[in-house]
Nanobody, 124 residues
Framework: QVQLVESGGGLVQAGGSLRLSCATSGRTFSSRTTGWFRQGPGKEREFVTCITWNGSTAYADSAKGRFTISRDNAKNTVLLQMNSLEPNDTAVYYC??????????????????WGQGTQVTVSS
C-alpha cells in the first residue's frame, strides 16, 4: 500500500515562494514516478510537474522557470519548490505516484495513488 501526505501549503503574496513536500510510504519509492497536480476553484485538475524514478523531470508550461521538483530517496520525499507565485497558482496541490508507464506522466490516469492535497493561496 502506498500512502502520500502533502504539506507546506499556505497563504503567500504574489511574487513569494512556497515549498511543498510529499512524504510517501512503501517500498517501491525508488522505482516510482511522482507527479504534482493542482486544482483551482472551478477548474479541472491539471498537471504541474513530475519526476521519474531516475530523476528525469517534466513541467507544464505554466510551471517552467518558476517551479522545481526534486526527490530525496533516502527520505522517501518529493519536494516542489515554487517561486514567483502568481494569483493564478491558487489551487489545491496534490502529489501522486505510479510505477506504471502505460499513460503519459502528465495524464491523471497514470497515477493510482494520490494524497489528500494541500491548499496554496496566492494573494495579489
Amino acid at each position: 500500500q502506498v500512502q502520500l501526505v502533502e504539506s507546506g501549503g499556505g497563504l503567500v503574496q504574489a511574487g513569494g515562494s512556497l515549498r511543498l513536500s510529499c512524504a510517501t510510504s512503501g517500498r517501491t519509492f525508488s522505482s516510482r514516478t511522482t507527479g504534482w497536480f493542482r486544482q483551482g476553484p472551478g477548474k479541472e485538475r491539471e498537471f504541474v510537474t513530475c519526476i521519474t524514478w531516475n530523476g528525469s523531470t517534466a513541467y507544464a508550461d505554466s510551471a517552467k522557470g518558476r517551479f522545481t521538483i526534486s526527490r530525496d530517496n533516502a527520505k522517501n520525499t518529493v519536494l516542489l519548490q515554487m517561486n514567483s507565485l502568481e494569483p493564478n497558482d491558487t489551487a489545491v496541490y496534490y502529489c501522486a505516484a505510479t510505477t506504471s508507464t502505460y499513460y503519459s506522466y502528465s495524464d491523471r490516469r497514470a497515477y493510482p495513488y494520490w494524497g489528500q492535497g494541500t491548499q496554496v493561496t496566492v494573494s495579489s
